[in-house]
């Protein structure tokens, strides 16, 4: 692990610069203004990750889940759920391991109270350290550092973690709330609020394959959370009610009618939705 984590840590950014710069991975969007941070590429380290991703891109029945591979335009659309939404202020970042960072920001979030960052704040911290998403992915929100971690190439599911970051915003307690949210099926409960959410702004999309998007990934995503709940009070339990809760997503996707809507995407063929890189249209 410590050999590993070394390797991650040379595919770190440190350098400050703007979009427009082909080696700068630390900007400010240029339409938004929202600090964004990406992590070097490093062919073995995202390699790694995209094979550990496997149950995730089984799950979602898309190879973009936890790819470590994030295209421009997924990155465009989160930014602009985000300016839509008034999170505008929360850090990005796309594939990028940087414990110091996250560290410096548990200390400087106001936003959460120094009992509950020095306690909670603090497990989470150790979690990003100890298990790097560079490698083992997980697209996630953390409200102890206020930063939104991507690491697949899917607008809808970026955008429904960033949603955690307007629910927080809107508590009157917003530290005491976040701790609730680590607690098993109680954190439930942000993500239901959470998939509302991204649903609800991606209904508003034009054209029609792109809400139609949202359905297709946020049922099996939100099914998955549930069935990876309920089984984790089962010995090695979470991984297949994770996978049993998404099936039973992309089930009801089936019986709403969802799935006759997607259907060509269902063996991730997702090259006619407009958010993707023109590299991937060729």
Known sequence: MPVLIGCILLTGCHSIGHRSQSNALSYRDAATGIQVERGR??????GLGWVVGMPTKLALWDRRADNHNVSPATETALLRYMATNGIGDSLVRINQYDPW??????ASNKRIG?????TAGVYNGLKYTLLPGRVFGGDWYNPFTDTTHVYSDIAPLAISRAAYAKDIRSQAFPGTYAVTQELPILSMIHKTRATRDALTYGD???????????????SPDYGSSWGGQLASFVPFGASLGRLAGAAAGHATNRIQGNGAAVSKLTNCDVSNIDWQSDEAKE
């Open 41 to 46: 590429p490093n062919a073995v380290v995202d």
């Open 101 to 106: 960072g996250e560290w410096k920001r548990l």
């Open 114 to 118: 120094p009992g509950w960052r020095y």
């Open 204 to 218: 508003q999309l034009e054209p029609t394959k792109e809400r139609a998007e949202f359905q297709r990934i946020l």
